[in-house]
């Protein structure tokens, strides 16, 4: 029996404990904030331990652990490292109201789903990695090179303490290429995303009496007129490199189907969304104060100095308006045809019958962090139903689905392809 074929023989045969390990680590609530994944990370603890596993716990912030592990095949090769998180988006005080029909923490399945908090974002990605590691350690003396998986805390709030920490204190998870489970619907594989630069504005004029329109200027009117006038900035050309300009055409129609429809449209333009606004007092005073918080999405082609510049220019013709920036990360992209795209979108064909699409993501995930130091990180993931809202689930067979095709491509990147 062909080594692919007994890495699938056992996943059919442990489904069961695949799924109950999924339902359990969606039990092990680990929402951030305020980001303390101590009972989440247990849960991957006991089954590494269960599994004669041996890991190293990374807690430059006590309550926010990360796991990794990793082994070096007898033969020579590349160094593929596993990458998921473990905290996951919160839960408001009354889950009925904000319209949750399951616990949110209960890890419930019905009618072929899993339900639970953080279940697409993404746990079961992550479960994808762990069960990935497990099941190749198994076959290691038939593999080349070495595998790393990393589970890390504190992706929701872009924390310090997760991959962030790992990336620059820990070289040896940097590796030749990374593959992460964040959620991606099975019909695209990310090879890149956006990049958000986010701004704060404040307008300040003398403010005064409602009524005495005539003796200043409100501060609220040139917000409103200033916001106005920002939209261009969607307007701008990214110079999009040719690879990714043609993977962003094939891929439009998918990034529809993945993310609803007009996402493939605005994956390669600058988008802008005025997040918060706050101004004045009282009816008749005139506001001398407004402040608004803009989140600007960058396409991958564009630079955040070219943004800027053309902010200047628009915040420039307000005397009154100051701004700082409060968040930056810059656009990150790798080969949309590189070796693990090709690896991923033979073994789906082979699962599935259909070929996933390369594309970018409109959110951000870890893998920016690996692709910023130029090696390629690729997301391949399930359906993200009612992600960051209620009733988030994942269809039993999608998770699955993820965790064979996670299984095989990691196998054979490290038998460069068998
Ligand atoms: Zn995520």
Redesign the pocket.
């Known amino acids: 029996m062909s080594v692919r074929q007994q890495l699938l023989d056992w996943i059919e045969e442990e489904r069961d404990e695949i799924v109950a390990f999924l339902q359990g680590f969606v039990q092990a609530a680990s929402p951030n904030p305020p980001g303390d994944t101590l009972e989440a990370v247990g849960h991957i603890r006991q089954f590494l331990d269960g599994n004669d596993i041996s890991y190293r716990i990374i807690d430059p912030q006590p309550t926010m652990p990360n796991v990794v592990a990793s082994f070096d095949a007898p033969g020579k090769g590349r160094h593929l490292v596993l990458n998921g998180?473990i905290d996951v988006f919160p839960v408001g005080t009354d889950p009925k109201a904000e319209g949750w029909t399951q616990d949110p923490w209960g890890g419930d399945i019905s009618d072929g789903k899993i339900y639970g908090r953080g279940v697409a974002?993404?746990k079961a990605g992550t479960a994808a990695s762990i069960w990935t590691y497990a099941l190749l350690s198994r076959v290691q003396d038939k593999l080349s090179g070495k595998l790393t998986l990393t589970c890390v805390s504190d992706?929701?709030t872009f924390g310090p303490w997760g991959a962030r920490y790992l990336m620059e204190h820990h070289p040896e998870v940097h590796g030749d290429c990374c593959l992460n489970g964040?959620p991606s619907s099975p019909y695209s594989v990310r090879f890149g995303e956006k990049g958000p630069l986010w701004i704060k504005i404040t307008v300040r004029t003398e403010g005064g009496h409602g009524a005495y329109t005539h003796s200043t200027q409100s501060a609220t009117r040139i917000a409103a007129k200033l916001i106005g006038d920002l939209g261009a900035l969607e307007d701008l050309e990214p110079e999009t490199p040719d690879n990714v300009r043609q993977a962003l055409g094939e891929g439009s129609e998918t990034a529809d189907r993945a993310m609803g429809a007009g996402a493939g449209a605005i994956l390669p333009k600058v988008t802008l969304n005025i997040g918060t606004i706050q101004g004045g007092l009282k009816t008749n005073m005139i506001p001398g104060e407004c402040t608004f918080d803009a989140d600007i999405r960058l396409p991958v082609g564009v630079t955040k100095e070219y943004v800027v510049g053309e902010f200047e220019k628009i915040i420039s013709t307000c005397p009154e308006a100051t701004w700082e920036e409060i968040n930056f990360s810059p656009p990150s992209y790798c080969d949309p045809y590189g070796e693990m795209m090709g690896i991923l979108q033979q073994n789906v064909e082979e699962l599935r019958g259909f070929k996933p699409q390369p594309i970018v993501s409109l959110g951000g995930?870890d893998a920016r962090l690996w692709r910023q130091r130029d090696i390629p990180a690729y997301v391949y993931g399930p359906f993200p139903h009612g992600m960051g809202t209620y009733d988030e689930h994942v269809d039993i067979e999608d998770f699955l689905h993820i965790v064979r095709t996670h299984v095989l491509s990691a196998h054979d990147y490290l038998t460069g392809g068998e």
């Open positions: 998180h974002d993404m992706e929701e964040e995930t």
